[in-house]
């Protein structure tokens, strides 16, 4: 019985450890995400933090600035699901065969 114990806190270690790495890895994950046919681009972090963010000179008229900001916000909506992607996928590395409930989401 004790054996099992030990075995489970070797695990409960090795997958705390195997974390903390993902989570260092999560924050060096970059994405962008585009609109407008590329004409507005927008680069996100792994921590959902906008890095870089490019605008076709075209756009650049104020009668059309709210056509700009739709597609900032889409570009940034791209951007977010490739990240969350390549966290979900980094994160199924780090789990394994894991038996985690549904909707549990890792990092805490």
Known sequence: MFGDIGKMM???QALQARMA???EEIARIEATGT???G???VTV???GEIKALRIDPSLLKPEEAEIVEDLIV????DARAHVD???AERM???TGNLPLPPGFKLPF
């Open 10 to 12: 070797k695990e409960a």
């Open 21 to 23: 790495e993902a989570q």
């Open 35 to 37: 609109s407008g046919g």
């Open 39 to 41: 004409l507005v681009s």
């Open 45 to 47: 972090t792994g921590k």
């Open 74 to 77: 889409a570009a940034f909506t």
């Open 85 to 87: 992607g390549l966290v």
């Open 92 to 94: 199924q590395a780090v």
